[in-house]
């Protein structure tokens, strides 16, 4: 086998795993903050995803679409979290997980309506068409672009936690969310933010995906997936987890792809039933934090 | 191990006529399937009842009775039909020998992903069993020499078949009905044996309070294993239905879709109470025939019904009027 097969492999790796990050990235902190699992993450992904298609054909240009779909999308999610899931704070730990399934349904046959139920291509921005030399092969710009985007992304993300004023209250939230309470935080807001964030984040991982798989309404359950998949392995909760976990599932469904193509959908989710044997709680998730 | 279950049974035969009433579900139950034929507008509709209420009774056990929360029963619902149809169509297995070797097989695919899914708790159950359970549709998708992949599995019908001596025309609708519903009965009595059981009242208490069961001594890892491979034995024998109703296995059966409409059904009829899943089931597929009528896009009217139930009745339909009856019964 060519040595720059492998590293090209490994590189579209990356990419693919740099959406899943992001992705994921959404689940972990919503979970982590909140407590809740959104079903629907995925069913919001593909709307990320179509919200960007739909953006960047109205103002005639990509950069609009991704920068405000994820911003629109993500207000739609603190939408969701105000009128439906904020009423289930305090029942089962179940039961926002049921109503963000039910809510999925919701959404993707509404994008069936709207959208219809075929495929759309989403077109790659004309910037970022073609392939870069990099010495040891040639490899998609538009990869590159991703894999540079969800780096600036991730340092801003965890500048904006470890660095701000408001970072420490959503960490200090995470972790007991009465005391902040009684100090006078107003933790409503807080979760409010934080589930439009992870929306956000979903969203954002939609758009960039699109030019690398084309959009369709069905998109979303294998991404919710692949999602789960990720922050099982990482560990629910934790960001770093989600960070390790995203880049090794991607780097080995591209370098299984590339021995054994029919095992290349099959691989992540031995990688999790793995990882659970050894380690229950995943490889940085914090023993008792499950429930 | 038998204090539980006393209580159980105290508080039951202390509520009087509906308690008798109660005690006797099985027999009641399998009464109002016999004529369910004839309240549906249609057979095929009272086949679908029939087969969605076992799966999803077999899948109560776990998440109504044990309080486990899992997005993959159609692991087992998709994989009783597979086994039943490859051993059919594949082996030349007699169809009354298909079955019981599906549920087996399905049993051990349970004890296999039980053993996983198991070791997790809350949220995360939900999580890895429906990430096990797509691992098993996309097996299934892969080895398409065996199950037919994309195109589902074909080449099998039972069109004649012989009970005790009887040549039994298996195409005619009321026939088929009828010998399904003798499956379906079949796994109604095992269910209730398990409720009655002293095992019946360990995953009550798991689901009551993991702490104070494991702190009474019981072994909880052990015993939701045996509820995983329990519930998903019942659910498969739901799959062997499907494969001898409709001759094809379809693969979107396995898909975690086919899952969360098992969960959607069991909340609509009420988790918990024996009979909800039949009441589940039946709600569902009147719903989708009747909005599917007048809109292709059935599914936006039922994710809203359900979302709905999720907000206002979450002990669904049968359970919230169980409850109702109960409270009357209690007021003098």
């Keep these: 086998m060519d040595l720059s097969l492998i590293i090209m492999q490994l590189l579209s790796g990356i990419a693919l795993g740099a959406v899943l990050v992001i992705t994921a990235l959404g689940l972990t902190i919503v979970f982590g903050m909140l407590g809740v699992v959104n079903f629907a993450h995925g069913a919001l992904f593909m709307i990320g995803a179509y919200a960007g298609l739909y953006l960047a054909s109205l103002t005639g240009s990509f950069w609009w679409g991704l920068l405000l779909a994820p911003v629109l999308i993500g207000a739609f999610g603190m939408l969701i979290e105000f009128v439906l899931i904020r009423r289930l704070y305090g029942r089962s730990i179940d039961d926002p997980l049921l109503l963000t399934f039910g809510l999925s349904y919701i959404l993707v046959e509404a994008v069936r309506i709207v959208f219809g139920s075929d495929g759309i291509p989403f077109p ?57 309470q009684v100090l006078g935080v107003d933790i409503g807001r807080v979760w409010l933010a934080i589930f ?91 023993r008792g934090r499950t429930a | 191990m038998t204090s539980p279950s006393s209580g159980e049974a105290v508080a039951k035969s202390s509520s009087g006529g509906l308690g008798w009433l109660l005690e006797q579900r099985v027999l009641l139950s399998i009464a109002v399937l016999a ?103 996309y ?100 799959g062997c239905m499907l494969a001898l109703h409709l001759s094809i296995v379809p693969l979107d059966l396995l898909h975690y879709q086919t899952s969360g409409m098992i969960v959607m059904m069991v909340l609509l009829g009420g988790a918990r109470s024996f009979f909800g899943p039949f009441v589940g089931a039946a709600s569902f597929l009147i719903l989708e025939d009747v909005i599917s009528v007048w809109t292709p896009h059935w599914q936006l009217f039922v994710g809203a019904i359900f979302v709905l139930f999720v907000l206002f009745l979450p002990k669904g339909i049968w359970g919230t009027l169980l409850d109702t009856l109960r409270v009357g019964k209690a007021r003098p």
């Design chain 1, 124 to 180: 790659t921005p004309p910037q970022l068409i073609g392939v870069l030399d990099l010495g040891v092969g040639f490899f998609p710009r538009y990869r590159l672009f991703v894999i540079a985007l969800v780096a600036v992304v991730l340092v801003v993300l965890w500048l904006a936690l470890e660095k701000t004023r408001i970072g420490l209250i959503v960490r200090a939230g995470a972790r007991d969310p009465t005391i902040m």
């Design chain 1, 196 to 286: 439009g964030l992870g929306v956000g984040l979903a969203a954002l991982g939609g758009v960039l995906a699109g030019p690398m798989r084309s959009v369709n309404p069905e998109m979303g359950s294998l991404v919710l997936a692949e999602a789960f998949v990720v922050t099982v392995i990482g560990g629910l909760g934790s960001i770093v987890g989600a960070v390790v976990a995203g880049l090794m599932v991607g780097i080995s469904i591209s370098l299984v792809a590339l021995f054994a193509p029919e095992m290349a959908t099959i691989v992540m989710f031995a990688l999790m039933a793995v990882v659970l044997l050894i380690r229950p709680e995943g490889l940085f998730g914090v």
């Design chain 2, 35 to 137: 004529v369910l034929p004839w309240l549906l507008p249609s057979q095929a509709l009272a086949v679908n009842v029939l087969i969605y209420g076992v799966v999803v009774m077999g899948y109560n056990l776990l998440f109504g009775y044990t309080g486990l929360l899992s997005f993959g029963q159609a692991a087992f619902f998709g994989a009783g039909a597979y086994f039943t149809g490859i051993a059919i169509g594949r082996y030349g297995v007699p169809w009354f020998a298909a079955v019981p070797i599906a549920v087996l097989l399905s049993t051990c695919l349970a004890a296999a992903i039980g053993i996983v899914s198991t070791r997790t708790r809350g949220i995360y159950f939900s999580m890895v069993t429906l990430a096990l359970a797509q691992l098993v549709y």
């Design chain 2, 139 to 238: 097996v299934a998708l892969q080895a398409s020499s065996v199950t037919g992949g994309e195109n589902g599995l074909r080449g099998f019908t039972v069109d004649r078949i012989n009970l005790f001596g009887f040549p039994v025309n298996f195409l005619d609708p009321v026939n088929k009905y009828y010998v399904l519903m003798a499956f379906a009965a079949l796994a109604m009595w095992f269910q209730s044996r398990i409720l009655n059981s002293p095992f019946g009242a360990v995953i009550e208490a798991i689901r009551e309070n993991e702490q104070r069961a494991r702190a009474c001594g019981y072994d909880v890892e052990r015993s939701k294993l045996i509820v995983f491979m329990l519930s998903g034995a019942i659910s498969s024998l739901g």
